[in-house]
Antibody
């Protein structure tokens, strides 16, 4: 059974870079056709799609965050990473990783439990 | 971006009730609509994909319908474990977007 687990610093200072990893177990991150996504939820707000990356490193970033986002995969560790630069308080959120199941229709399944990141000095 | 609007934003209901949550898209999205259940501290769970397809392992009391711009999630007989937040998500075009969520509470 595929499982995902996010990890990273819970506190990041303004203007610094947020770095998170997502460990994938129960399956290979480099399976053909595999896509992996990052999604976040600010406190009291709805979910926001950050972007996705596939097994070969091809990415799609939400245009609203594109200038600050970098995603990568490490097939040797079976994990994916998210970097968000120049963070502000508006980037405080619960960050999730998920598999983006890609077929004629796309959906996110499964998800990790999420990791809370607070941006504060 | 396609805006997804859910109604109601919160709902109080009792065990055994039939409840319906509505999701509206700002433009047509065909059947590119998914529903998730979200409980605090837990991973969001896929319930319905492509508007009306029940994800494996999800109880049959959950159902989805709709196409175009209006979609519904129905729970036919609420169980105690169903009290959670539900949100819709469109996968018609990037960036994928979510509804703001409907919090289902015990009456």
């Amino acid at each position: 059974q595929l499982q995902l687990q996010e990890s990273g610093p819970g506190l990041v200072k303004p203007s610094e870079t947020l770095s998170l990893t997502c460990a994938v177990s129960g399956g290979s991150i480099s399976s053909s056709g595999s896509y992996w996504a990052w999604i976040r939820q600010p406190p009291g707000k709805g979910l926001e799609y950050i972007g996705n990356i596939n097994y070969s490193g091809s990415t799609y970033y939400n245009p609203s965050l594109k200038s600050r986002v970098t995603m990568s995969v490490d097939t040797s560790k079976n994990q994916l990473s998210l970097k968000l630069s120049s963070v502000t308080a508006a980037d405080t959120a619960l960050y999730y990783c998920a598999r983006l199941y890609s077929s004629s229709y796309n959906w996110f399944d499964p998800w990790g439990q999420g990791t809370l990141v607070t941006v504060s000095s | 971006d396609i805006q997804m609007t859910q109604s109601p934003s919160s709902l109080s209901a009792s065990v055994g009730d039939r409840v319906t949550i509505t999701c509206r898209a700002s433009q047509t999205i065909s059947s590119y609509l998914n529903w998730y259940q979200h409980k605090p501290g837990k991973a969001p769970k896929l319930l319905i994909y492509a508007a009306s397809n029940l994800q494996s392992g999800v109880p049959a009391r959950f159902s989805g319908s709709g196409s175009g711009t209006v979609f519904t999630l129905t729970i036919s007989s609420l169980q105690p474990e169903d009290f959670a937040t539900y949100c819709c998500q469109q996968s018609y075009s990037g960036p994928y977007t979510f509804g703001q969520g409907t919090k289902l509470e015990i009456k």
